[in-house]
C-alpha cells in the first residue's frame, strides 16, 4: 500500500507543477526527507499532512488512495472522499 501511495503521490505531484519534492515539503511544514519517504513508500503522512497535501495539489482524497483499496466488496470502486475539515 506505501508504494503505490507513493507512486500515487509523486504523479500528482509532478502534475500540479511542482518539480522539486523538496519544495512542497517546505510549504507543507515538513523535512524534505519526510516527504521522501512518503514517495519512496517507506512511510505514510498522518491525517492532518494528508488533508494539506490533497490542499495543495488540488486532487481529491481518493485520487491518491490505492485502487485496491478503493474497491467495495461489491466490486465497484470508490470515486470520491469527502473531507471534512
Not at 22 to 46: N, T
Not at 49 to 77: A, M, W, Y
Amino acid at each position: 500500500m506505501k508504494k503505490d501511495f507513493g507512486q500515487l503521490l509523486k504523479a500528482a505531484r509532478e502534475r500540479a507543477g511542482y518539480r522539486s519534492a523538496a519544495r512542497l515539503a517546505l510549504i507543507l511544514g515538513v523535512e524534505p526527507a519526510r516527504y521522501r519517504y512518503w514517495e519512496r513508500g517507506q512511510a505514510l503522512p498522518d491525517i492532518p499532512t494528508f488533508v494539506k497535501l490533497c490542499h495543495q495539489l488540488r486532487v481529491d482524497p481518493i485520487d491518491l488512495v490505492p485502487s485496491f483499496i478503493r474497491e467495495k466488496p461489491n466490486g465497484k470502486q470508490v470515486d470520491h472522499l469527502k473531507v471534512v475539515t
